[in-house]
């Protein structure tokens, strides 16, 4: 059993804080580290899972990139990642499942001028 812990947090600038973990735990794990060339188009990377059983996902890179889920030309899904800022989802966040359906593959485009740093972190029972 492997165990993900998302952390989930509010501050203000005049005061005042609040913060809560939530903590999931199924059968796999998906950790994705990798580089993307500047001005690359549809790398692929591992990045497979069943839509019912994602519990939840963080992915976070340090420049702007796109990933496209199961095919270059039609994609099922596109997540545009924003530099730094993290996509978060989880299965008790109120928020509907970001994916259409299950995922076969992953691929990522960086447009800009420096290399990617990529990471990605999912939770599935599938």
Not at 7 to 25: D, E, F, M, N
Not at 53 to 62: K, R
């Amino acid at each position: 059993m492997v165990q993900h812990t998302l952390t989930k947090g509010w501050a203000s600038s005049v005061g005042g804080q609040l913060s809560k973990q939530v903590v999931y735990s199924a059968n796999n794990e998906l950790n994705v580290d990798m580089q993307v060339a500047a001005s690359s188009t549809n790398l692929p990377f591992a990045f497979r899972f069943l839509k019912a059983g994602l519990q939840c996902l963080y992915i976070i890179c340090d420049q702007a990139v796109t990933l496209h889920t199961n095919s270059t030309t039609t994609p099922q899904d596109t997540i545009n990642l924003a530099k730094g800022v993290p996509y978060v989802w989880d299965q008790s966040s109120g928020i509907t499942n970001p994916f259409a359906a299950d995922v076969t593959a992953g691929y990522v485009s960086n447009s800009g001028s420096s290399v990617a740093n990529l990471s990605v972190r999912l939770l599935t029972t599938g």
